[in-house]
């Protein structure tokens, strides 16, 4: 079983400055819970229990976020609100660990910074702008694709030629319905230059064999130690295999991603869904 995960969240949120500049991009909200809880609550389902937080400065309201809250709990408990106690209390049989980024240097150097955690167990990556509708099961698929194959498995979603040069592209073959093995990798490719239209996104699958890589790699693309170079060269000891997700992804990193996710999930929330769908007719009839 995958019992722990890594989440980098070091990165200052330069995209949604003013908002970003003492509170954490992470910290975001859709509808009532923060960005970052998502990925939390994804990773829950497939039973991990262990969480280490890769952080920066100004970082502190995430540890906040999943610690007790005595007071609150107290004032709830006193008030009969049961439901919203039960809401903050979802976590309390899971472990989380905190290790600061001394400086935002990639995200390969946030995932080296979890060696200590990770002993030598596989583990999940898991990039929390990445959100992923909680009723699709991407990262169970993943999970059993490392049990049957015993190597490292990343997560790949189809992208226009457009979008190439904004990810890692795979080069591979399809051995499944949606299972690659993985023959190259690159990172940030030049239109002209990428092998194909699958990009790898923010679910890994990992092994302790990256980090003996991770430890030696040069900086590459914008002087960070960039994750796909160190399983590039991981491709050469052991077989990486690709899952193409099968559901949306909302990238919600950046402003248009972000609006996009928090319309996806109101038009599902049912206590809102339909007095927020009138009021996008209401106010797209008027423009």
Do not use: W
Not at 131 to 138: E, F, K, L, R
Not at 150 to 166: F, G, H, Q, T, Y
């Amino acid at each position: 079983m995958i019992k722990k995960a890594v989440l980098p969240v070091a990165g200052l949120g330069t995209r949604f400055l003013p908002a970003t500049k003492a509170s954490p991009k992470e910290m975001l909200p859709i509808l009532d819970k923060p960005i970052i809880q998502y990925a939390v609550e994804e990773s829950q389902k497939v039973g991990i229990t262990d969480f280490l937080f890769i952080t920066g400065k100004h970082k502190r309201a995430i540890e906040d976020h999943f610690d007790k809250a005595t007071e609150l709990e107290e004032r709830l408990i006193k008030t009969g609100k049961d439901e919203l106690l039960k809401k903050i209390n979802s976590f309390e049989n899971l472990n989380f660990a905190y290790i600061r980024q001394k400086e935002p240097k990639g995200l390969g150097d946030a995932i080296l910074c979890a060696k200590p955690f990770i002993f030598e167990e596989a583990f999940a990556v898991i990039l929390s702008d990445d959100v992923i509708d909680p009723d699709y099961s991407v990262l169970k698929d993943m999970i059993d694709i490392y049990k049957d194959k015993k190597a490292p498995v990343v997560a790949l979603e189809e992208v226009s030629n457009e979008e190439v040069s904004r990810y890692g592209i795979v080069a591979g073959e399809k051995i499944g319905e949606d299972c690659y093995l993985i023959r190259d990798m690159i990172e940030k490719p030049e239109k002209s230059k990428a092998p194909s239209n699958l990009a790898i996104i923010g679910r890994y699958i990992l092994t302790p064999s990256i980090f003996k890589y991770l430890e030696v790699l040069e900086p590459g693309k914008g002087g960070e130690i960039q994750l796909t170079d160190a399983l590039r060269a991981l491709l050469k000891e052991t077989p990486i295999y690709g899952y193409r997700i099968k559901c949306q992804r909302y990238d919600a990193g950046e402003k248009f991603g972000y609006l996009k996710t928090i319309i996806y999930f109101a038009l599902r929330a049912p206590e809102i869904s339909d007095d927020f769908r009138k009021f996008l007719k209401d106010q797209l009839s008027c423009i």
